[in-house]
């Protein structure tokens, strides 16, 4: 059985690794505006249909993200299109569109290609973002965050190009790579909007970023994300069940999400470009301290995600 030892210095290098860091990876392969600032703007009919200029640094893309949440779940797509160089629009479609369903939690998520988009490297291409149903959150970083980067961005109804704009979009693009995998297991404790939910988004590959998200939280409160090494059956603590070893411990104080109203959170964590980490299972576990819930604290089950 691999030794766990490691998993503590793990953790740190998991927090402490920033984006730039990350440019050697072979899944990972370019973000705009990755950072954890958002717009208060939402996307939804007649701008169901969103591209974000990008130049290819990398000769394939297999997989997009952008930052979006704040409404139920709904099916979403990404895609890549080459620029008209005669009236800069998005045109050929390159590869074929990914789809997934959206996470109420305001997030890095997206999809796989159902097939990846050969790319020229130097040349532009847009990212385009099917948008379904009304208010979603933009993927749009906050337009004061001191590092932003203008995107050219296109708008569009789903029949004609009708905009265009210049906005600090955020989206991260992939490389075709072996990845990883995560598993869900063990029970929550139920707070003031039920029993908090947990999830992950983005692949579990060396040197790529994983979020790590809460839902159905107090909102306004103080949530402490629990990293580790997985605890299958659970130790019971009397107030919770811990399913992760609390190797590290990050706190935050949770977002008011909307559509429906609950707390949430989403943390960025970069997985080190260490070949040692591969095999390595990391755990992660969210508690509340929750007025509403019993011995005012409620928690969720845990998520491991296992590194390659």
């Given at each position: 059985m691999r030794s766990l030892v490691p998993v503590l210095a793990l953790a740190a290098a998991f927090a402490a690794l920033p984006p730039s860091a990350a440019l050697r990876a072979q899944q990972f392969a370019f973000s705009v505006n990755d950072n954890p600032s958002y717009s208060n703007n939402a996307v939804g009919w007649p701008a169901s249909v969103l591209a974000f200029r990008f130049t290819a640094t990398v000769p394939v893309v297999s997989a997009a993200q952008v930052f979006t949440g704040n409404q139920p779940p709904a099916l979403h797509t990404?895609?890549?299109?080459?620029?008209?160089?005669?009236?800069?629009?998005?045109?050929l479609l390159v590869g074929q569109p990914g789809q997934w369903s959206t996470t109420h939690t305001r997030s890095f998520q997206g999809a796989e290609f159902a097939q990846p988009a050969n790319l020229i490297v130097g040349d532009d291409y847009f990212l385009v973002w099917r948008v379904t149903g009304m208010f979603h959150q933009h993927s749009v970083s906050d337009p004061n965050e001191p590092s932003n980067v203008p995107v050219e961005v296109r708008v569009s109804d789903g029949a004609t190009w009708h905009a265009q704009t210049t906005l600090p979009a955020k989206f991260r693009?992939?490389?075709?790579?072996?990845?990883?995998?995560?598993?869900?297991?063990?029970?929550?404790?139920?707070?003031?909007?039920?029993?908090?939910?947990?999830?992950?988004?983005?692949?579990?590959?060396?040197a790529s970023p994983l979020d790590v998200w809460l839902d159905d939280a107090a909102r306004n409160a103080v949530a402490v994300l629990v990293l580790g090494a997985p605890i299958p059956t659970g130790v019971p603590l009397g107030f919770a069940d811990l399913y992760v070893t609390p190797d590290l411990l990050l706190a935050f104080v949770t977002k008011t999400q909307t559509s429906p109203l609950t707390g949430g959170f989403a943390y960025t964590l970069w997985v080190p470009d260490q070949p040692s980490a591969i095999g390595l299972p990391i755990s992660f576990q969210w508690g509340v301290f929750d007025a509403a819930a019993a011995d005012g604290f409620s928690h969720t089950g845990a998520v491991t995600a296992v590194l390659n």
């Open positions: 990404v895609e890549i299109r080459t620029r008209n160089t005669t009236t800069g629009l998005p045109d693009l992939f490389a075709p790579y072996q990845t990883g995998f995560t598993f869900a297991y063990g029970a929550g404790k139920p707070g003031i909007y039920g029993e908090p939910s947990i999830g992950v988004h983005g692949w579990p590959s060396l």
